[in-house]
């Protein structure tokens, strides 16, 4: 009889119900810490709200996830003794993994203020179209765009 999938998924954060914000939390979260990584997460929500007037944070969490996350990237693949980067779709659960990751990294690079702030800030810049993730994500569009021509060799 074959395995079962027994992967049960993630559960909602207990402030704002959402499944996407328990999920990033875990990204955020180092050596197990989850009560450092949720105070992180939402502080930098509160100060969102504090600067955003009148904007919900999780509207601003949402737009900055969907400005992050790629379409398409590369994957490598080795054909006849030559490796060509073909551009590939992204699945969902790797689009939001990568979101996470970019923005998780680009946030810890920021200044020298507390990782709430940097977080904070690099989420408002990613809402808004700037910041170092979102252009992450559209560098990997351009490598995949550059390589449109090697498509046909997907697997």
Do not use: C
Not at 70 to 96: D, L
Not at 119 to 128: C, F, G, R, T
């Amino acid at each position: 009889m074959p395995k079962q999938n027994k992967y049960k998924g993630v559960s909602v954060d207990y402030r704002y119900g959402d499944e996407s914000v328990a999920r990033f939390i875990n990204a955020v979260m180092l050596d197990g810490k989850k009560d450092v990584a949720t105070r992180i997460v939402y502080d930098a929500f509160t100060i969102i709200a504090e600067k955003m007037n009148g904007e919900s944070p999780l509207e601003v969490y949402r737009k900055a996830m969907s400005n992050i996350a790629p379409v398409v990237e590369v994957r490598s693949k080795r054909v006849g003794g030559a490796t060509y980067q073909i551009p590939m779709e992204v699945k969902p659960s790797r689009r939001g993994a990568l979101a996470f990751r970019w923005l998780k990294l680009y946030a810890k690079r920021r200044g020298g203020r507390s990782m709430a702030e940097k977080l904070a800030a690099e989420l408002m810049d990613a809402a808004n179209e700037q910041g170092a993730s979102v252009k992450k994500r559209d560098e990997v569009h351009r490598m995949a765009d550059a390589n449109k021509a090697f498509a046909h060799f997907r697997f």
